[in-house]
């Protein structure tokens, strides 16, 4: 089964991303997986050139610490693959305005500033084009990415009607929990890199005081009950959803051992330092040797150009290019 995933390197990864994304992608990970990091996408916003070299390394090298093997998938980078952006062109060529305009993620980032970006609208026909390029029939991705995956999915259907049956049309798969990770402060809020408050997110590189400190500070409601109820008690769920996506039994089994939310909070803090503790050791150890960090997406790009070559050429020539 081909898998495709991949994120930008717009920062440090909080929980959210790990368990909603990374962590379904390690459990999928199979010589039919590809995972990128997608570096022309983390242009779309204004980022510092220095800056967006280093957490793309940094970014690499959390993939491969969470636990993704070189040896076993294909870990490349978006930016040494060119099909990427030459399918961007041919389905930008397919794609409408009004459809790339009524996304949610581009009235949400485009409002918060004005001049936004060109490629902040085109922004999903680059994903698009991210998984179609593969054949993909799986893309693990957090909940947030639904909205995108349909539209993946309607370019593909009216690509294979008007041109011809050229692309595999995908579909989005979402971990059972933790799809959706809240905000620690605002609970009806996903935990987010970019709009989140910094005691909101647990990042993947916190120290145990601050992970401990942050779940104990986290929002909850005052009926002192621990259950399983999003519509009355968002802080409690988000808290249960985590600790039962790091324990892999369900969230309300975890509720039935608990009475006070106090023991709950103290359980979960030590899961969470116990759970990313490895990868925070092996992250740090893999930042020291940049070079190989190079040399692993180099070598995953010879395999991606190979596959991603062969399904632009037939789009292409579909569309009427010699
Ligand atoms: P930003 O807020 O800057 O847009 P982000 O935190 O939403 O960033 P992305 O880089 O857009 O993160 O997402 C990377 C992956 O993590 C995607 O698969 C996305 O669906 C998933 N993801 C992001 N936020 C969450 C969350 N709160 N809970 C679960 N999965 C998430
Ligand atoms: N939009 C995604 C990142 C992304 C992606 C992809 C995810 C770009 N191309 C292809 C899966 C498959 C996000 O997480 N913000």
Redesign the pocket.
């Known amino acids: 089964m081909r898998v495709l995933?991949g994120?930008?390197p717009?920062?440090t990864l909080?929980i959210?991303?790990y368990?909603?994304?990374?962590k379904q992608w390690v459990e999928a990970q199979s010589s039919d997986a590809f995972y990128c990091v997608v570096d022309l996408h983390a242009l779309t916003l204004e980022i510092d050139p220095a800056t967006l070299r280093s957490q793309t390394l940094d970014l690499i090298a959390t993939y491969l610490a969470a636990g993704l093997d070189p040896e076993i998938c294909t870990i490349f980078l978006q930016s040494e693959v060119p099909y990427h952006a030459q399918m961007n062109w041919l389905l930008e060529c397919v794609a409408t305005y009004g459809e790339l305009s009524r996304m949610t993620?581009f009235k949400e980032k485009s409002t918060r500033k004005t001049g936004y970006r060109v490629g902040l609208l085109t922004y999903p026909v680059l994903m698009a084009g991210d998984i179609l390029l593969y054949e993909t029939a799986e893309v693990?991705?957090?909940?947030?990415?639904r909205q995108h995956l349909e539209l993946t999915r309607v370019l593909a259907e009216r690509f294979n009607n008007r041109y011809g049956p050229t692309f595999v049309v995908p579909v989005g798969v979402q971990p059972k929990v933790?799809?959706?990770?809240?905000d620690l402060q605002e609970p009806t809020r996903?935990?987010?890199?970019?709009?989140s408050s910094p005691m909101g997110s647990i990042f993947v590189t916190d120290s145990a005081s601050e992970i401990d400190k942050k779940i104990k500070k986290a929002v909850t409601d005052t009926d002192n009950e621990v259950r399983y109820d999003w519509d009355t008690k968002p802080g409690i769920s988000n808290l249960l959803e985590i600790y039962s996506s790091l324990s892999d039994e369900t969230p309300q089994a975890v509720a039935e051992r608990y009475t006070r939310y106090g023991d709950l909070k103290s359980d979960l803090s030590a899961l969470v330092v116990e759970s990313l503790a490895p990868i925070q050791k092996r992250y740090d150890e893999l930042m020291t040797d940049p070079v190989e960090l190079r040399a692993v997406v180099a070598r995953g790009a010879l395999k991606a150009n190979e596959v991603a070559g062969e399904v632009y050429r037939r789009a292409a020539h579909a569309m009427g290019l010699i």
């Open positions: 995933s994120m930008q717009s920062g909080h959210g991303n368990l909603g994304a990374l993620q693990p991705v957090g909940d947030d990415q933790a799809a959706r990770v809240m996903k935990m987010s890199k970019s709009i």
